[in-house]
């Protein structure tokens, strides 16, 4: 550390002068403020302060501690970085007739600005109808911002909203006036921003992705960038997207160790000092901007940009979020300063940019040992000088957090738990913070998650029909544990001495450990060989939901960028209709929306991998053969993605999108007709009128299941793929009843049409009734 690094650690800060807006806090309302957070601080007390500026907007709860900088701004414009981003945090009053919808807007702004009051209207129904049932002016209203962090660069500001849930899908829009970017030319950032809510009788449809960012060497503009965003917004401007789902790897922070401060240790050649290398605080403060830029830059980046500020986001972590295999190299290295340290760091902006909450205190430096622990306040007056971070009184109750810190990662885990509308419920387990080689979750974190979820589901009433569950990594998935064990075995020890003394097969092993690249991948997945007891206590504990509350369950995943459909379900010899049995769940795997896919020949392998797994006695899994014809097959300039006798791993970028089967206002959209003759859901079978109910109890009479359950188990699954009722992923189908959904996996034809053009694969998901096996003794 350098000697005027060392001087300011030991000199602390200077005494208490504001928010960096007002000089000084004066009175007894700054004395009874201030408190001593202890952690062992070498200046041994900060302070905290409450601001308040209602001209401005200015939240009053704005809380917090350090300084911040000393400046204010001279403009009457909102200078703006980044955003704005909208998100999607949870209901209220969600069992009652008048539920509300909770979200948040956040601005990345540059530093000593005031924003202004942000404006919410009701524009009215999506449909374009008159204003009916409550749309009135009287919905109009304005949020406060709260500032979450600032410091001599940036300043990050939130507007927490709330708003009523109406009759009909409604459209609302909101405004911070005075936006103008700060860099570059956004024209877009001064007009108001719009997203929908859907009514209050039905569930959000959504849309889910994964993998948003390009892997280290990729050749960005031969993939066209992130060209997929624009087949989102072009579907959302067909059919709006309520919410959007990341799994996962929202951005790439791999450069960090290539372009960036942590090349320098990367290129460090003996493992040992490489692993004892301290995160002192000018490497900890290099690469705190290098993610802070990244982030910025990505975030701003169109399509992705527009499609942040209309659709809200609801968001979980994965490894590159951090970087590349986090959590599952070897202990004695993930335990090292420099990966604890870009954890400490990467953590503090994925809760900034990613869930609008203030970051912890400060980030894990070796300069500063009440930092490398938690358990308490653990203030550095370092890296709070001129610097302002709120200190809120109470988590969301949308986060279910973790007992105990993570062992890389110095901080609880937080998984997520909120209503999508009506009947879907959400939950999002956070598997990096935990996450170390021999297991993905803390086993108590499992049982707040588990018992948590439950009493939500329970409080519903019977209301809640289907749990998505996100594990950001497949769990039905194929397996590859010959591979691993080739990889483990001894014949790698030769390959490895010839890499460290003479530089063999260098792309073969990764520049952390040592270790085989390809395995921290593997490791990552739940059909990893370390991970297999864990992966099966988790099924059989979805199973015991879905049973107990009669709750279909289905689950998204990521990472693997290629896109599939696994699915468990009883053994055959029990003779459940899939419509009756709770073991069965699709896990939609969806992957990557960004980055570029596998080569054909891994794809390929994978899908001669699709066996009939055997999780236990009474629960087999495998894929489905989804993929009826290669995307764009026989457009001019469009290649085939996989050999002609894959139909189950479909390597070409992708997203997903969710939605009810079955519309609960009456109102159909488009009037799409479905297969065999039924339209939406309404007009029956052969021309006779019926329900959504009796439509989708007629089909079932006729469906046979197969002998080879890679193909259709369910009516829902019949013509899955590109013929599929469901392919286009805007219609409603009716296909699986009337709280069942309809999925579709959107997937590129051409990486060099920078529109993004892509060819449906449809299937549906039936609702779960189970209650008519509660008297059948062990099938129950």
Partial sequence: MSSDMEARREAGHPGFQGDGHHSTATGAAAAALKHNTGGGDRMGQTRTYAQQDTKRGVSHHSRGVGDGPQVRSTTDKLEVLCGPLLNYRRMSGEHTGSPVWHGSVLLVTTPGQIPERLRL??????AGSDMTNGHSASTDRTFSGEKLYEDPRKAFWRFEMDLPFQEDESAWEYIVPGMVPAHGDRPSITRPKRFVVPS???SMRIMFHSCNGFSVGTDEEAWSGPALWNDVLRVHEQQPFHVMIGGGDQIYNDGVRVDGPLRAWTDIANPKKRRDHLFNEELRAKCDEYYFQNYTRWYSTEPFASANGQIPQLNIWDDHDIIDGFGSYTDHFMNCPVFRGIGGVAHKYYMLFQHHIPPPISTYTTDAPQTMHTGGPSADSVQLRDTFVMTPTQEDPSFIMGRKPGPYVEERSRSIYCQLGKRIAFVGIDARTERTRHQVNYEDTYD?????TSQQIAASQGEIKHLVLLLGVPIAYPRL????NILHSPIIGP??????????AGGFFNSFDGGVDLLDDLDDHYTAHQHKKERKELVLRLQHLAKEHSIRISILGGDVHLAALGRFYSNPKLDIRVEN???????????????KPPPQAVANLLARRNKIHHLDHDTDETLLELFDKNPGSGEPGVKPKTAENNHATMPSRNYAIICESHSHTGNQPNGARIANGAVNGVNGVNGHAMNGNAAHEAHSATFTPPQNPRHPLHLGEMNAGTQ?????????????GPNGLDVTIRVEKNPSDREGHTQGYGFSIPALESAAYKEQGEKW
């Fill in 481 to 484: 544990q010959w591979l691993e």
């Fill in 200 to 202: 209050k009788h039905e």
């Fill in 495 to 504: 390959i490895r001495f010839l890499n460290k003394r003479f530089g063999l």
């Fill in 121 to 126: 209207s009701c524009v009215g129904p999506v």
């Fill in 581 to 595: 049995d709770w073991r069965y769940m699709a896990n939609i795997v969806s992957s990557a929306i960004t980055n």
């Fill in 724 to 736: 599929h009722a469901a392919a286009d992923g805007i219609r409603r189908t009716g296909l699986a």
């Fill in 448 to 452: 707040l998650i588990f018992r948590h």
